[in-house]
């Protein structure tokens, strides 16, 4: 069964005006993604400043997730590193904390080979018990999981379960569906490809867009997922340019500004990310209030 189906929020996480995490800022957020539509919480994960974040803070930050969640929603922890020690440890962690599933970004910078990738998630899927999700998204970590090796790890490792696909390339994530046969789950993980990837069988998203409207991003899952690719694409286009503006600096920096625009209190950004140039800002306002979005 999959850990979810339609729209997952990659939730960013709250800092407080001198850098340390606001966690009561964070359980707001929780209780709003639980009464607005998503169906899943992915915690400190690329949005969530998870590079940023030291360990003890990423341990705290998923188990606080889990308790406020209370079982309201699946909590997805982000887990993965550049190194396959550190990426066990955060997901023995996650698991001990109670989390529903593991998101696991491909090892970043080192730029291992298939072989190494296939090392380092079978290490993890073997240390934990909990049903994981690849993540693929190689414009930010350097290297590109093939079809063939997402098959390989799926069809060896009975809780590798899923892939959140973020490389824009529809015939490579055609071809991963055909190759797993069925034994994974696909997830957008580009928010201007969802309808796109649910009609080759994709059954949900890993949303940035989904932190600040998040009931369009759900119904416009929900309406795919049901045939009504019609509508659901009506959303997807309503959505195309508020999703490039999100995108228009390196996430979770317009995210995270837009949080802020619309009273959110999200906080500032953690170094070395930092504040929106002007004339983005100014683009990220415009596009916002031609979605609808209220801006304080």
């Not at 001990?96 to 998101?103: I, K, Q, V, Y």
């Not at 949900?204 to 929900?222: F, K």
């Not at 509508?231 to 490039?244: C, M, N, Y």
Request: hydrophobic share 45%.
């Amino acid at each position: 069964m999959a850990i979810f189906k339609g729209a997952g929020v990659a939730l960013v996480t709250p800092m407080n005006q001198d850098g340390t995490v606001n966690y009561d800022k964070l359980s707001e957020l929780i209780d709003f993604h639980v009464d607005n539509g998503p169906d899943a919480v992915i915690i400190a994960g690329t949005t969530g400043e998870s590079a940023c974040l030291t360990m003890e803070e990423h341990r705290i930050v998923i188990e606080r997730a889990v308790e406020m969640a209370s079982g309201r929603i699946p909590i997805i922890a982000g887990t993965g590193s550049n190194s396959t020690a550190t990426a066990v440890q955060l997901s023995k962690e996650a698991e001990e904390a109670g989390a529903d599933g593991l998101l696991l970004v491909t090892p970043y910078y080192n730029k291992a080979t298939q072989a190494g990738l296939v090392s380092h998630y079978s290490s993890i899927a073997d240390a934990v018990k909990l049903p994981i999700i690849l993540y693929n998204v190689p414009g930010r970590t350097g290297v590109n999981i093939a079809p063939e090796t997402v098959a390989a790890l799926t069809k060896t490792k009975s809780n590798i379960v899923g892939l959140k696909d973020a490389t824009g390339n529809m015939a490579q994530s055609l071809k991963t569906m055909d190759l797993c046969d069925g034994k994974v789950d696909l997830y957008s993980g580009e928010d201007g490809l969802v309808v796109p990837l649910v009609s080759i069988g994709a059954i949900g998203v890993i949303s940035v867009w989904s932190n600040i409207a998040p009931r369009d991003v759900h119904d416009m899952c929900e309406l795919a997922l049901s045939g009504r690719f019609a509508e659901a694409i009506k959303l997807q286009l309503k959505g195309r340019e508020l999703v490039d503006a999100l995108f228009c600096e390196v996430n979770p920096i317009p995210v995270k500004t837009a949080m802020n625009l619309m009273g959110f209190e999200a906080g500032p950004l953690r170094s070395p990310l930092c504040e929106m140039e002007e004339n983005h800002l100014e683009y990220l306002k415009k596009v916002m209030t031609e979605y609808g979005l209220k801006l304080v």
